[in-house]
């Protein structure tokens, strides 16, 4: 079993940038695939970004150039740096992992899961 728990949550302004971290507990990440996703409010759970265990990664086309999601393995830790951020990024935001490889945003595909952070930009 792998605990995950999200920081790094609040309020920004548009253009500005905030970093999320999602900190492990209970098994070494370094075999998992991980991923964040995150839920606006009256809206569905969308992937954001994912990095498999040999570092690939893939995004959403809506964060591509904005985001960068990164893992330290010795320190358990994802990461997501949010740069040049919009009003349309606010929402809850997931950290999600899986072990092996995945390499793709299917919410179905993850079954760890953290409580979420919230982000919320203001324009």
């Known amino acids: 079993q792998v605990q995950l728990m999200e920081s790094g949550g609040g309020s920004a302004q548009a253009g500005g940038s905030l970093r999320l971290s999602c900190a492990a507990s209970g098994h070494s990440i370094s075999s998992y695939s991980m991923a964040w996703f995150r839920r606006a409010p009256e809206k569905k759970r969308e992937g954001v970004a994912t990095?498999?265990?040999?570092?690939?990664?893939a995004y959403a086309d809506t964060v591509k150039g904005r985001f960068t999601i990164s893992r330290d393995n010795a320190k358990n830790t994802l990461y997501l740096q949010m740069d040049s951020l919009k009003p349309e990024d606010t929402a809850m935001y997931y950290c999600a992992a899986r072990q092996g490889w995945i390499g793709y945003l299917d919410e179905t595909l993850y079954n760890f899961w953290g409580q979420g952070t919230q982000v919320t930009v203001s324009s």
């Open positions: 990095i498999d265990p040999d570092r690939g990664t």
